[in-house]
């Protein structure tokens, strides 16, 4: 076991979990013809997934509106009068 989690990647977990989920799991898994721990593994890493590409795109929104604010600023620094100093 230890050698195929190594290689797969994989390491051993405990969680609890409700008892109707795991048979929802299994209910489900058996109709895809796969075990139920290697659909949660997928689901959760569908999950992950999803969830790194939401933060990603958030982070990049708001990256995004500081840049147009800094810009909006800076033309308005820009445009401000300037005092211009008798000789």
Do not use: W
């Amino acid at each position: 076991d230890e050698a195929i989690n190594e290689s797969l990647g994989l390491k051993l977990v405990t969680i609890r979990l409700q008892k109707s989920l795991i048979e929802d799991f299994k209910t489900i898994a058996k109709y895809n013809g796969i075990g139920y721990q290697p659909l949660m593994r997928q689901v959760l890493t569908r999950f992950a997934e999803a969830e790194k590409k939401r933060i990603i795109k958030q982070l990049m929104s708001e990256v995004e509106r500081c840049e147009a604010e800094r810009h909006i600023a800076k033309e308005e620094t820009n445009k401000a009068p300037t005092k211009r100093k008798r000789a």
